[in-house]
């Protein structure tokens, strides 16, 4: 156990559908970055916070994803309309890169 | 845009032999970070160089930053089976960003 909680841990959901992951990072970490890895690939980072200010997206992150991070706490990552390239291995990192388990999410 | 590569992609070696894996940025990099993942796990931080020309130690693992701050280097000396896993380096752009762009990884398999 990291200190960083990410749940559902698995997710598999239909093309079309929407999903949403949630990520409680360290209580006293105030950055939280979400990455997203594919299978033989390093993580490919999608968006960071500072405290509540989402400061920072991936041009790659199509207007489908989107992230909030109310009251600096807990994060959710919300993809829409999910296509097959969405499947991946969804990760939340707190402060000095402690990862949480990740959300695996498949596409059918 | 940045760029972040490391070679080996993958090294086999015997148990007891040394392994080295190598990281090169496209851009100067403010501080590198290094992982370790094992299969079906995630990415565990290991240390974070920000000096040029730093030099860290864990144990068995030695870790360098280039002078140039574009460069960096994992060395594990008298591999274990334990050691298996892949590791990766992450590079924080010196300026206009505060992500980190990992590398492409280094796959090491220890035989005993």
């Known amino acids: 156990d990291t200190g960083v909680s990410q749940d559902p841990r698995h997710k598999i959901t239909k093309r079309g559908q929407n999903v949403t992951f949630r990520c409680d990072p360290i209580s006293e970490h105030n950055r939280l970055y979400w990455y997203r890895q594919t299978l033989g690939q390093g993580p490919e980072f999608l968006t960071y916070?500072?405290?509540?200010?989402?400061?920072?997206k991936s041009r790659l992150l199509s207007d489908r994803f989107s992230a909030e991070r109310p009251k600096g706490s807990f994060s959710t990552l919300e993809i829409q309309r999910t296509e097959q390239g969405d499947s991946a291995m969804y990760l939340c990192?707190?402060?000095?890169?402690?990862f949480g388990p990740g959300t695996r999410l498949t596409v059918l | 845009g940045q760029q972040v590569m490391q070679i080996p992609q993958y090294q086999h070696v015997q148990e007891g032999e040394d392994f080295t894996t190598y990281c090169n940025s496209s851009t100067t990099l403010s501080n590198i970070q290094w992982y370790k993942q094992r299969p079906g796990g995630h990415p565990v931080f290991l240390i974070q160089l920000v000096k040029s020309g730093e030099v860290k130690k864990q144990k068995r693992l030695t870790f360098q930053f280039g002078e140039a701050k574009k460069n960096s280097s994992l060395h594990i000396t008298a591999t274990q089976t334990t050691d298996v896993g892949t590791y990766f380096c992450a590079g924080h752009q010196a300026s206009g960003t505060y992500k980190y762009i990992f590398g492409t990884g280094t796959r090491l398999k220890v035989l005993a």
């Open positions: 990192a707190s402060s000095l890169g402690v």
């Open positions: 916070f500072q405290n509540e200010a989402q400061l920072e």
